[in-house]
Every structure is written in structure tokens, then in C-alpha cells.
């Protein structure tokens, strides 16, 4: 190569640019499995999706009723529901029940903790776990979690491979 100059030019804009983009989406936080029978306390429930029965996209967070106002969900705000002050075992029990809505059947459940960032606790996602030859595959939803100035913002979308997956069975209907 006579003058790598623009190259390395170039490579040294591309990482200021994804540097910099990192950190003004804030610090991407990591779940990590959980054991339902040691989720203990009071909790808002949060309920995402089942808008209609072929819907795949279902999701449910239990959050620190102390945290409830830091939290936001990346979605239209009439794509989820909030119930508030609900004890552990009943906010489990709805989240299991709403995650099973709908024609597709719920292998298992998933879920993990939401860390809040400093060795605490936001809270838990719970999301179904469908078999690997429906439709959506085991895990169809990505849930990312991010904290920025004190929010914690939580993105929710379906994975590629299922929307390209759902665009091919449903050409021209944006998935479904």
C-alpha cells in the first residue's frame, strides 16, 4: 500500500465516532439469571405486548416500586401496561400468565435479574421461552437495558433472524 495516511485516518474517525456513541447511549447493563423463588418483596409490574393471539412479542418486568420512576420503556407507552404495589408472588403469577398469552405455546420461562448499575437490584424481566422450531425460535425478544443520568431506559425488539423470519411468511406486513 503506497500511503496507508487515509486508511489509518479513516479507522481513527470510525472509533472516536463509535466511542463517542457508546457513551451518549449510557452504560449497558448486564442481566443475569435468576431463581424465581428468591424474588421476595413488593414490586410494580410491568406487562409488554399480547396485542393480539399470534403475537410473539410478550414481556414482563417486575421493578423496585423505588425505582419505578427511573425506569423507561423504549416503546409506544400504549404498547405496555404498569400495575403497581403487587407482592412478589402475585406479580409472578400475572408475569407468568401474561407471557403465555396467545396461540404459541411457552416452553419455560426466562428470567433474570435487572442490576441496577451499583450492586442493586431494578428489578427482573421475565420473558417466554417458546420451542426452537416456532415461529420465533426459543428467544425471539431482545431486551437491552441502559443507564444514563440516573435513567434506566429498556429497549425491546424482536431479533433479526425473526423479522426477517416473520417478513418472508408475511411480505408487506411489517412481521405481522
Do not use: W
Not at 420512576?69 to 406479580?91: D, F, H, I, N, Q
Not at 431482545?142 to 418472508?168: A, E, H, M
Amino acid at each position: 500500500m503506497k500511503n496507508p495516511g487515509p486508511v489509518l485516518l479513516l479507522f481513527s474517525l470510525f472509533l472516536i465516532v463509535a466511542s463517542l456513541s457508546g457513551c451518549a447511549l449510557g452504560t449497558q447493563l448486564q442481566t443475569e439469571t435468576a431463581d424465581p423463588k428468591g424474588i421476595q418483596g413488593t414490586y410494580d409490574l410491568y406487562t409488554y405486548g399480547c396485542r393480539y393471539p399470534d403475537d410473539i412479542e410478550h414481556a414482563a418486568f417486575l421493578i423496585v416500586p423505588d425505582k419505578a420512576g427511573m425506569v423507561e420503556l423504549y416503546v409506544p407507552a400504549t404498547s405496555y401496561k404498569v400495575k403497581r404495589g403487587l407482592p412478589a408472588g402475585k406479580a409472578l403469577a400475572e408475569a407468568d400468565a401474561f407471557v403465555r398469552c396467545g396461540i404459541h405455546t411457552v416452553t419455560e420461562l426466562r428470567v433474570h435479574r435487572i442490576p441496577d448499575g451499583s450492586n442493586g437490584t431494578i428489578g427482573y424481566e421475565i420473558l417466554p421461552r417458546y420451542p426452537y422450531y416456532d415461529v420465533g425460535g426459543t428467544d425471539p425478544l431482545l431486551v437491552s437495558y441502559t443507564l444514563k443520568d440516573g435513567k434506566f431506559t429498556v429497549y425491546i425488539r424482536l431479533s433479526p433472524d425473526v423479522d426477517r423470519r416473520l417478513n418472508q411468511e408475511f411480505p408487506g406486513s411489517g412481521g405481522q
